[in-house]
């Protein structure tokens, strides 16, 4: 059986002392990962062989009774998972060092380091929980050596429960449930559709199809902005600076939020319309050097997009970053060099046909994507490495 993974985020309601032992196993899971990072830093500073994952995690699991007791007071999932995090750092490490060896870089632009020491005052605090340590019951969940904790809603999904994640975020605690359910049978239409992720809209298709960004998000967005300026004119450290930066965290918490929500309306209904979406990569690398853009493309989440896709559309084809979806005009196939990025509407220098930017950009996307098709070059990237 076809089966596909999906995840519910649901904030918690933890007691104080339930919060404490978040805490407590976020920092466990924090120093079982420094600790061994400790180690292997030592390792290549010496120059010796660097020991393997799974031999510093049956030595700490030897030692930490006696030496590290605290750890023993939490799930023992949080530090198990902190060596499995590790293993999968260190295989993007090396993977990485391959790629760059044969000249191929991350479309980001990003290297991946070797892996460092975490801090306390880090916004990532966090632990696992293996699917044997932990149980669902409507809107409560039973966490080990410590009972249930009460979720602000019961779990979304009826299928196979993997694993869970516990994190912390703008003060409040949630829990991330991975679900295993049978893939939905697609009734889509076997057609290709062309996808513009936008800078103004969230996304424009081939059928002319305009998907707006969130009345409320662009809200919010203002509000950050102005919070932002605010907090510029003040002086760091103050009380009212504090309290203005906790607001921060939350706004930014609520933007999260209604962007996924956006986004998961968005990839939903497209998966609806075509069994093969095409999309444009988008070089984000590039366009970073922009601020501008860079925002509005942060606000599109465009690889957010790309990753829904993937698992509710039957095939997502990448159209390359250097195809001029944007300048060819749709009508005709002539490329009108001269048009600039702010230009909404404009006019076929060969052919006089009026075009609106986005809609030519997606109908060229498509025919694109259709082309590729056809020359049986459907692939879907998985890896976010580009050939150069
Ligand atoms: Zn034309």
Same mark, same amino acid.
């Given at each position: =059986?076809?089966?596909?993974?999906?995840?519910?985020?649901?904030?918690? !309601?933890?007691?104080?002392?339930?919060?404490?032992?978040?805490?407590?196993?976020?920092?466990?899971?924090?120093?079982?990962?420094?600790? +061994?990072?400790?180690?292997?830093?030592?390792?290549?500073?010496?120059?010796?062989?660097?020991?393997? #994952?799974?031999?510093?995690?049956?030595?700490?699991?030897?030692?930490?009774?006696?030496?590290?007791?605290?750890? =023993?007071?939490?799930?023992?999932?949080?530090?198990?998972?902190?060596?499995?995090?590790?293993?999968?750092?260190l295989a993007n490490y090396w993977h990485d060092i391959t790629k760059r060896k044969r000249g191929i870089r991350r479309k980001d632009g990003k290297r991946v380091g070797?892996?460092?020491?975490?801090?306390?005052?880090?916004?990532?605090?966090?632990?696992?929980?293996?699917?044997?340590?932990?149980?669902?019951?409507?809107?409560? %969940?039973?966490?080990?050596?410590?009972?249930?904790?009460? =979720?602000?809603?019961?779990?979304?999904?009826?299928?196979?429960? =993997?694993?869970?994640? #516990?994190?912390?975020?703008?003060?409040?605690?949630?829990?991330?449930?991975?679900?295993?359910?049978?893939? /939905?049978?697609?009734?889509? /239409?076997?057609? &290709?559709?062309?996808?513009?992720?936008? &800078?103004? +809209?969230?996304? #424009?298709?081939?059928?002319?199809?305009?998907?707006? !960004?969130?009345?409320?998000?662009?809200?919010?967005?203002?509000?950050?902005?102005?919070?932002?300026?605010?907090? +510029?004119?003040?002086?760091?450290?103050?009380?009212?600076?504090?309290?203005?930066?906790?607001?921060?965290?939350?706004?930014?918490?609520?933007?999260?939020?209604?962007? +996924?929500?956006? %986004?998961?309306?968005?990839?939903?209904?497209?998966?609806?319309?075509?069994? &093969?979406?095409?999309?444009?990569?988008?070089? &984000?690398a590039?366009?970073?050097?922009?601020?501008?853009?860079?925002?509005?493309?942060?606000?599109?989440?465009?690889?957010? %997009?790309?990753?829904?896709?993937?698992?509710?559309?039957?095939?997502?084809?990448?159209?390359? /970053?250097?195809? /001029?979806?944007?300048?060819?005009?749709?009508?005709?196939?002539?490329? !009108?060099?001269?048009?600039?990025?702010?230009?909404?509407?404009?006019?076929?220098?060969?052919?006089?046909?009026?075009?609106?930017?986005?809609?030519?950009?997606?109908?060229?996307?498509?025919?694109?994507?259709?082309?590729?098709?056809?020359?049986?070059?459907?692939?879907?990237p998985g890896s976010g490495y580009v050939g150069t």
């Amino acid at each position: =059986m076809h089966t596909i993974q999906r995840a519910h985020k649901i904030r918690l !309601n933890p007691t104080p002392e339930q919060e404490q032992y978040f805490r407590q196993a976020a920092g466990n899971a924090r120093f079982a990962w420094n600790w +061994a990072v400790a180690i292997l830093r030592q390792a290549r500073k010496d120059q010796t062989t660097l020991p393997l #994952v799974g031999d510093l995690k049956k030595e700490f699991n030897r030692i930490k009774r006696d030496q590290f007791p605290f750890v =023993m007071q939490t799930t023992k999932c949080a530090p198990e998972q902190a060596f499995a995090d590790l293993q999968h750092a260190l295989a993007n490490y090396w993977h990485d060092i391959t790629k760059r060896k044969r000249g191929i870089r991350r479309k980001d632009g990003k290297r991946v380091g070797f892996p460092t020491f975490k801090s306390r005052k880090q916004g990532d605090r966090s632990f696992y929980l293996s699917n044997d340590k932990f149980t669902v019951d409507g809107p409560w %969940i039973r966490i080990p050596k410590l009972g249930w904790v009460n =979720m602000t809603e019961p779990l979304r999904f009826a299928g196979t429960i =993997m694993s869970a994640r #516990v994190s912390e975020r703008a003060g409040y605690w949630f829990v991330s449930i991975q679900v295993q359910l049978p893939a /939905p049978e697609r009734h889509a /239409p076997e057609r &290709v559709l062309g996808v513009d992720v936008g &800078v103004k +809209a969230l996304a #424009v298709d081939s059928d002319g199809e305009l998907f707006e !960004n969130q009345k409320h998000l662009a809200a919010a967005l203002k509000q950050l902005r102005r919070l932002n300026r605010w907090l +510029a004119r003040r002086r760091k450290g103050g009380k009212n600076w504090s309290k203005a930066q906790r607001k921060l965290a939350r706004l930014h918490l609520r933007i999260a939020n209604l962007r +996924a929500d956006a %986004i998961h309306k968005l990839t939903t209904h497209l998966a609806a319309k075509a069994t &093969v979406i095409a999309l444009e990569t988008l070089n &984000v690398a590039g366009m970073l050097k922009n601020r501008t853009l860079a925002r509005a493309i942060a606000d599109a989440a465009f690889s957010e %997009i790309v990753r829904q896709l993937r698992y509710k559309a039957q095939h997502v084809v990448h159209i390359d /970053p250097f195809y /001029p979806s944007s300048k060819t005009c749709n009508a005709c196939g002539s490329i !009108n060099r001269d048009l600039a990025l702010a230009e909404r509407a404009w006019v076929c220098s060969a052919c006089g046909a009026r075009l609106d930017r986005d809609i030519n950009a997606a109908r060229n996307i498509r025919d694109e994507g259709m082309r590729l098709v056809g020359a049986e070059r459907l692939t879907v990237p998985g890896s976010g490495y580009v050939g150069t």
